[in-house]
Nanobody
Framework: QVQLVESGGGLVQAGGSLRLSCAASGRSFSSYTMGWFRQAPGKEREFVTAIVWSSGRTNYADSVQGRFTISRDNAKNTVFLQMNSLKPDDTAVYYC???????????????????WGQGTQVTVSS
């Protein structure tokens, strides 16, 4: 059974940094694309970034380009989201997701992802 467990959220001041982790278990993820999405109160879920596990190719939403970095640790089966220069608009619940049918591609639509973590809250104060 595939499980994704996020950690690392918290409260930070604007301009600060946080690193989120997503521990993946239950199978090999070498053919998967792993993504991060977020949802703020009253807003729709939005794509943040994703990484193709096998190649390391990445994609970022315009709103986080240059501030956020996604990476993965093959040995630990873990995906990371390094978030720098955080803004109050980054406040949201952040979700890790896995797309098992990606086959090297990156999709930004949440409905295409098969597995989701429980989410971790990130709050950025002004």
């Amino acid at each position: 059974q595939v499980q994704l467990v996020e950690s690392g959220g918290g409260l930070v001041q604007a301009g600060g940094s946080l690193r989120l982790s997503c521990a993946a278990s239950g199978r090999s993820f070498s053919s998967y694309t792993m993504g991060w999405f977020r949802q703020a109160p009253g807003k729709e879920r939005e794509f943040v970034t994703a990484i193709v596990w096998s190649s390391g190719r990445t994609n970022y939403a315009d709103s986080v380009q240059g501030r956020f970095t996604i990476s993965r640790d093959n040995a630990k089966n873990t995906v990371f989201l390094q978030m720098n220069s955080l803004k109050p608009d980054d406040t949201a619940v952040y979700y890790c997701a896995a797309d098992r049918r990606a086959w090297g591609q990156i999709v930004t639509t949440g409905d295409e992802y098969d597995y989701w973590g429980q989410g971790t809250q990130v709050t950025v104060s002004s």
